[in-house]
């Protein structure tokens, strides 16, 4: 009795904070658009089964680099990375899906693409640190400050998705 008490919390506290509506911010770098990938990793997102909820392509000001990239801002690395996101177009998304944070990141592959995996968006794709491609949320906190930074709630578009039914149980 009192372990079924237990697991049933547990369910509980799963159903209540795992969601299939979970929404991660994903963006092509510019270096990804200029290398023309941004049809390949979009691809990669439908083909998974997450929902794109919101997409725009932008050259955004180096401000808004900066406050994307805000907790690295005592890092050597930071002003280059933040003047290259600003030098060129870059493909905004949001996708939606359950635990879509943690699987995207598994599907973009480690932060090096010298240390990715085959099979992953940065293990296929790219080749070093300061031109891989494509940037994803790195927990869901990140992911709210991220998409309240790049889309106005007007730019996200709810729909249900016709897969939904033969994607979740
Ligand atoms: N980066 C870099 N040099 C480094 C570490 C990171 O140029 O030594 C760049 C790289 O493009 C990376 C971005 O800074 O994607 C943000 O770093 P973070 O550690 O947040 O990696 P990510 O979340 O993109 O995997
Ligand atoms: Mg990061």
Redesign the pocket.
Known sequence: MGQNTAESSVSLINSSTMSNTERTFIAV?PDGVQRGLVGEIIKRFEQRGFRLAALKMVVVSEDHCKQH?I??KA?P?YA??CSFMHSGPVVAMIWEGLNVVKNG?LM?G???PADSKPGSIRGDLCIT????II??S?SLESANKEIALWFKPEEIIEFKSCQQAFLYE
């Open positions: 770098k990239y907790d690295l890092l690395f280059g990375l990141r973009l480690e932060t090096n640190l300061g031109r891989n940037h994803g790195d």
